[in-house]
């Protein structure tokens, strides 16, 4: 589950105390701060949720093996997500959140893919365990974080990830086919609330009244 920067749309280079640089267009850090802006970037973590939902939905016969290096690959990529969208975040207090969350899903998704012939209640355990924690610091960084002009989309998929882990956790799939469907029909429900996060930050991008020296406002 994605989270969109802590605050509303800013543009041009952000800088320190007067008289010093932020940082440079070369610097590693500031490109990833604006990819991580970038309403698109959230919106390619919504279709990474996306694709793995719609396999396991189409496809209800396929073996665990199948459905943990699904959910290891997703776990992977959702972590390296959360990654770059750490840098995006203006306010140092909220960044270690968004990178404990990040370290969180490559940690589970190594699990998945290190042992894929795993039972299907350990599997469970990892990817409900994950939503959940992930649920809780996104509602977190909804509720502290300022000027934000999407908190309700990011408070609706904050909501969505716990009950999602909750689900998962709760309620234990006793076969394969049974998880591959509860896996699916969750993955496609976050990725499309994550769509609509994306959406919702393109909005509030195009209408900031701060714009670039070429009267962009800076997304990508």
């Known amino acids: 589950m994605a989270t969109s920067p802590s605050q509303g749309p800013r543009t041009g280079a952000a800088s320190g105390p007067p008289g010093t640089a932020y940082g440079t267009a070369g610097d590693p850090a500031q490109v990833l701060a604006a990819l991580g802006r970038s309403w698109t970037w ?3 973590s919504a279709v990474a949720t996306l694709v793995p939902g719609v396999l396991l939905l189409v ?3 396929a073996t665990l093996h199948v459905v943990a290096v699904l959910m290891g690959l997703y776990l992977l990529a959702a972590g390296a997500f959360r990654f770059v969208a750490t840098f995006a975040r203006q306010e140092q207090g909220h960044r270690l959140p968004s990178l404990l969350l990040a370290v ?3 940690l589970a998704g190594v699990l998945c893919l290190r042992n894929p012939l795993q039972t ?3 599997l469970s355990l990892i990817v409900g365990l994950v939503w959940l924690v992930s649920g809780i610091l ?7 974080a300022r000027d934000l002009p999407h908190r309700g989309f990011l408070l ?4 969505l990830g ?9 309620l234990p799939a006793e076969s394969a086919r049974a998880l591959t469907r509860l896996l699916g029909l969750w993955l496609v429900l976050l990725g499309l609330a994550e769509a609509g996060l994306a959406f919702a930050w393109r ?8 714009a670039g020296p070429h009267g962009s406002t800076g997304n990508a």
């Open 138 to 144: 996104t509602l977190y960084t909804a509720l502290a």
């Open 203 to 210: 909005a509030a991008l195009r209408g900031s009244p701060a």
């Open 156 to 159: 609706g998929a904050a909501v």
């Open 59 to 61: 496809w209800p016969e």
């Open 104 to 106: 969180l899903y490559v």
């Open 120 to 122: 299907i209640t350990a």
């Open 162 to 170: 716990i009950v999602a882990g909750i689900v998962v956790l709760a």
């Open 42 to 44: 959230i919106l390619a």
